[in-house]
């Protein structure tokens, strides 16, 4: 290790240090996002139910109104509560404003409760009727920020004590540092309720000299962050050679590697690669580039996309078995919803332009992956296939995809169905039948997937698309489909892949509806 090579950082109250035996966790410690989610949820159910209560008594506190039964007021308080929390899980306050500071998550927080303020009021007059109880409401939907807040405060007092005891705090190390970005480590530094303690850097230069330039920008920066008292005093951290990767992952019992990448592939990617996969440390990639991907894709999660992650089989096994039975539940209701636009569309195929009414092609999420029979109304002529040859001079996007805005095949009934997703809908066939998923990465043809060139498919990482099954929609499709290239297509694919829960799967279907309905992207 190079022993001038010292950057400093922050001691931020009572700073986590773990040792090398860190990654021998608890089982709560090892799954505290999802625990620290479910308290979350509780406690702001709590805040809700509290609000009703004080707003309650403060109205029976008034002489001149009429009596009120708890009956009532419970009538109120209860249904706010519960469609509060579904609000807030579908517009992904939740799972993905966990990894957020907490000025982002007041944010949203807010936004949560202006939508469920809306439809509690109107809701509520709606079933209600004369029986409505105006001025109670009014008092309870003005209390629940200040509970909200109050729990809030109280949690994150909680998690910042528990943080110190090394619950949701991860031992971290930033690689391919170059001393002049020091954008990521002052987020890190500056906002600890991350959860990142920032434990060593390692340089991917072969020699020292480069190394200690870094390492010179790096002080300078700090002093200069500690000087306008930005951050508190720092304390020094090593800063190791490439070569020594896997024993500083040991020294310093390193949870997760942070690349910040100006391109896809840099020199000693693959080295960074094996050493977490030996080690089993979970390896993120992060530039300005994914994070405005994800911000654009309405995901507040800015601890950037995982190329690896050590296999956790029980968690994965159960995640698996419950997106199935929700795919199961929600596939059976959409059809039988949608039984009559079924009908309508294809009548109107008919008459247009004959049978069949459905177009079949074999897809698969990857080259080499498990292929299926991929169902879709057909919106084309009926040899479109036939045709494409003569068309892949105009494609629009770049390889791995082939789209045109104005495809001559487009038929004038497949035109309206495809603005809208209609010509979508059978594949709910597909997810009854366990080829594919509500939620997931798209499937490819197989001309996209020949076409895929090695420099497209993200450091070779495009082969992860295959570890979940393909999905009806999905993060591509609510950041505008046909308008995100393919590369940006595979970033957004890892993250889900990442961060699959049958939350992650609602919010994606949430957003997914007005995209739908305005035909964002369609064409």
Same mark, same amino acid.
């Given at each position: 290790?190079?022993?001038?090579?010292?950057? $400093?950082?922050?001691?931020?109250?009572?700073?986590?240090?773990?040792?090398?035996?860190?990654?021998?966790?608890?089982?709560?410690? /090892?799954?505290?996002?999802?625990?620290?989610?479910?308290?979350?949820?509780?406690?702001?159910?709590?805040?809700?139910?509290?609000?009703?209560?004080?707003?309650?008594?403060?109205?029976?506190?008034?002489?001149n109104l009429p009596a009120m039964s708890p009956a009532n007021a419970a009538g109120v308080a209860i249904p706010c509560a519960i469609v509060s929390v579904a609000i807030a899980v579908l517009t992904g306050l939740y799972r993905s404003a966990y990894r957020a500071p907490y000025a982002e998550q007041y944010r949203e927080a807010a936004k949560a409760y202006a939508y469920s303020t809306i439809v509690v009021v109107v809701g509520m007059y709606l079933v209600l009727g004369k029986a409505f109880p105006p001025r109670f409401t009014l008092m309870f939907i003005?209390?629940?920020?200040?509970?909200?807040?109050?729990?809030?405060?109280?949690?994150?007092?909680?998690?910042?004590?528990?943080?110190?005891?090394?619950?949701?705090?991860?031992?971290?190390?930033?690689?391919?540092?170059?001393?002049?970005?020091?954008?990521?480590?002052? /987020?890190?530094?500056?906002?600890?309720?991350?959860?990142?303690?920032?434990?060593?850097?390692?340089?991917?230069?072969?020699?020292?000299?480069?190394?200690?330039?870094?390492?010179?920008?790096?002080?300078?920066?700090?002093?200069?962050?500690?000087?306008?008292?930005?951050?508190?005093?720092?304390?020094?951290?090593?800063?190791?050679?490439?070569?020594?990767?896997?024993?500083?992952?040991?020294?310093?019992?390193?949870?997760?590697?942070? *690349?910040?990448?100006?391109?896809?592939?840099?020199?000693?990617?693959?080295?960074?690669?094996?050493?977490?996969?030996?080690?089993?440390?979970?390896?993120? *990639?992060?530039?300005?580039?994914?994070?405005?991907?994800? $911000?654009?894709? $309405?995901?507040?999660?800015?601890?950037?996309?995982?190329?690896?992650?050590?296999?956790?089989?029980?968690?994965?096994?159960?995640?698996?078995?419950? %997106? $199935?039975?929700?795919?199961?539940?929600?596939?059976? @209701?959409?059809?039988?919803?949608?039984?009559?636009?079924?009908?309508?569309?294809?009548?109107?195929?008919?008459?247009?332009?004959? /049978?069949?009414?459905?177009?079949?092609?074999?897809?698969?999420?990857?080259?080499?992956?498990?292929?299926?029979?991929?169902?879709?109304?057909?919106?084309?002529?009926?040899?479109?296939?036939?045709?494409?040859?003569?068309?892949?001079?105009?494609?629009?996007?770049?390889?791995? @995809?082939? @789209?045109? %805005?104005?495809?001559?095949?487009?038929?004038?009934?497949? /035109?309206?169905?495809?603005?809208?997703?209609?010509?979508?809908?059978?594949? @709910?066939?597909?997810?009854?039948?366990?080829?594919?998923?509500? *939620?997931?990465?798209?499937?490819?043809?197989?001309?996209?997937?020949?076409?895929?060139?090695?420099?497209?498919?993200?450091?070779?990482?495009?082969?992860?698309?295959?570890?979940?099954?393909?999905?009806?929609?999905?993060?591509?499709?609510?950041?505008?489909?046909?308008?995100?290239?393919?590369?940006?297509?595979?970033?957004?694919?890892?993250?889900?892949?990442?961060?699959?829960? *049958?939350?992650?799967?609602?919010?994606?279907?949430?957003?997914?509806?007005?995209?739908?309905?305005?035909?964002?992207?369609?064409?």
């Amino acid at each position: 290790m190079y022993e001038k090579v010292e950057p $400093r950082v922050e001691a931020v109250r009572g700073a986590y240090r773990p040792s090398s035996k860190t990654r021998r966790q608890s089982f709560l410690q /090892r799954n505290w996002r999802a625990f620290f989610i479910v308290v979350t949820i509780a406690v702001d159910s709590a805040a809700v139910l509290l609000a009703g209560v004080a707003a309650y008594t403060i109205r029976q506190m008034i002489v001149n109104l009429p009596a009120m039964s708890p009956a009532n007021a419970a009538g109120v308080a209860i249904p706010c509560a519960i469609v509060s929390v579904a609000i807030a899980v579908l517009t992904g306050l939740y799972r993905s404003a966990y990894r957020a500071p907490y000025a982002e998550q007041y944010r949203e927080a807010a936004k949560a409760y202006a939508y469920s303020t809306i439809v509690v009021v109107v809701g509520m007059y709606l079933v209600l009727g004369k029986a409505f109880p105006p001025r109670f409401t009014l008092m309870f939907i003005a209390l629940i920020p200040l509970f909200f807040g109050l729990g809030r405060w109280l949690l994150n007092i909680a998690n910042r004590s528990l943080q110190r005891k090394g619950y949701g705090r991860q031992s971290t190390m930033i690689v391919n540092w170059n001393g002049i970005d020091a954008q990521l480590l002052d /987020r890190f530094t500056m906002f600890p309720e991350l959860g990142y303690s920032v434990q060593a850097f390692a340089c991917t230069v072969s020699d020292g000299e480069r190394c200690n330039t870094a390492s010179c920008i790096l002080q300078q920066h700090f002093a200069f962050m500690t000087h306008a008292h930005v951050i508190p005093q720092s304390r020094p951290i090593p800063c190791y050679a490439l070569s020594e990767l896997e024993g500083a992952i040991d020294a310093q019992g390193i949870e997760r590697i942070f *690349v910040p990448l100006a391109k896809s592939v840099t020199g000693g990617f693959s080295e960074i690669v094996l050493a977490c996969i030996k080690k089993k440390v979970k390896l993120k *990639v992060i530039s300005g580039a994914s994070e405005e991907l994800l $911000r654009f894709s $309405r995901v507040k999660d800015i601890a950037g996309i995982s190329l690896y992650s050590p296999p956790k089989h029980l968690t994965h096994r159960i995640k698996t078995h419950l %997106k $199935r039975v929700f795919d199961l539940c929600g596939s059976s @209701l959409l059809i039988l919803f949608c039984s009559p636009i079924f009908a309508m569309v294809a009548l109107a195929i008919l008459v247009e332009d004959g /049978r069949p009414v459905l177009f079949r092609q074999r897809r698969a999420s990857m080259r080499g992956g498990r292929f299926f029979e991929f169902f879709k109304f057909r919106s084309m002529v009926k040899d479109a296939e036939a045709q494409q040859d003569d068309l892949n001079r105009l494609n629009q996007t770049e390889e791995g @995809l082939f @789209l045109l %805005k104005r495809d001559p095949r487009v038929t004038r009934v497949g /035109r309206w169905i495809r603005k809208f997703s209609i010509d979508e809908l059978p594949q @709910l066939l597909n997810v009854l039948r366990g080829e594919m998923s509500l *939620v997931g990465p798209r499937p490819l043809a197989w001309s996209d997937l020949l076409s895929i060139s090695p420099e497209n498919d993200y450091a070779g990482y495009y082969y992860l698309r295959d570890k979940t099954l393909p999905g009806m929609t999905g993060l591509w499709q609510i950041c505008g489909r046909r308008e995100v290239p393919f590369r940006e297509m595979v970033l957004l694919d890892l993250y889900y892949i990442e961060n699959q829960s *049958v939350m992650f799967d609602l919010e994606i279907l949430f957003a997914t509806i007005p995209v739908v309905l305005f035909g964002r992207g369609a064409y």
